[in-house]
């Protein structure tokens, strides 16, 4: 597994999507906090599964820090394309969330207004009334999708208690010009076989974004009994998505 990022910034990284990405983490980084415990996390097995932050609120930077780090870093000079929300787990999860996003944004617009802001979320962000008023600040956002029913979403992403699969999909088929991540996987579980397919193309459709990016396992995963699926069966996915949901779907490899 990959060590937890130790700061509030982290990079500039090269980014198979993003470019060069410098990275902001808004979760602790001495034990994984999410609202998801995916089989496939390259920070591992999740410690504090919860949607709800009260209880870790001391363990999250503040939102004078993150912004000054930010700051300082739009005025170096650092070469980076993005600046991207990601980090060791749900970054829309901090409550300070939509301030944050609001400052960056101002700032970025400030100091280096080439440079786009990116989300990375794994989408329960979405459920938050605040955080999806964030979104005005971010250029590109992207939601996670891995499973196109609810037994396979708890079996891949086992999130958090009373996080429903289809509230999560129908608050993103409100929300416009979003980019949709899957990670696709063989094994158990796997979510490339026809009927997962089939139900992931349907849920596809609903949210209708501007483009889908699948990829699969590149790093060491926590969970054994699940295997990378290869290069030409991303590109036969690809195509079939493509051709059942006229929506562009976009493969991405090591």
Avoid: W
């Avoid at 509230?167 to 579980?189: C, F, H, N, W």
């Avoid at 596809?204 to 060491?220: A, F, G, H, M, T």
């Amino acid at each position: 597994m990959l060590s937890l990022q130790s700061g509030i910034l982290y990079g500039p990284i090269a980014s198979r999507r993003l470019g060069t990405s410098l990275g902001i983490n808004l979760m602790p980084t001495t034990y994984k906090l999410c609202s998801f415990n995916c089989v496939y996390c390259h920070y591992g097995f999740t410690d504090r599964l919860t949607m709800d932050m009260k209880d870790h609120m001391y363990d999250l930077p503040h939102l004078g820090d993150v912004l000054r780090e930010v700051e300082r870093a739009l005025r170096s000079s650092t070469a980076f394309d993005y600046i991207t929300f990601s980090g060791n787990g749900e970054p829309t999860l901090h409550r300070d969330f939509p301030e944050i996003a609001a400052g960056i944004h101002e700032l970025r617009n400030r100091l280096r207004p080439r440079v786009r802001i990116a989300l990375l979320s794994n989408s329960t962000g979405v459920l938050v009334r605040d955080m999806r008023r964030a979104l005005r600040y971010i250029d590109v956002p992207y939601f996670k999708v891995d499973a196109g029913n609810e037994v396979l979403f708890r079996r891949i992403n086992r999130p958090a208690s009373g996080v429903v699969f289809d509230e999560i999909i129908t608050r993103l088929s409100r929300l416009k010009d979003i980019y949709i991540q899957t990670v696709l996987m063989a094994g158990d579980p796997s979510n490339v076989d026809a009927s997962a397919l089939a139900d992931y193309f349907e849920v596809i459709k609903r949210i209708q974004p501007r483009e889908v990016q699948i990829y699969s396992l590149d790093r060491p995963v926590p969970d054994m009994h699940i295997r990378r699926v290869q290069p030409a069966d991303l590109d036969r996915i690809a195509e079939q998505g493509n051709n059942e949901t006229g929506i562009v779907f976009r493969p991405f490899y090591l």
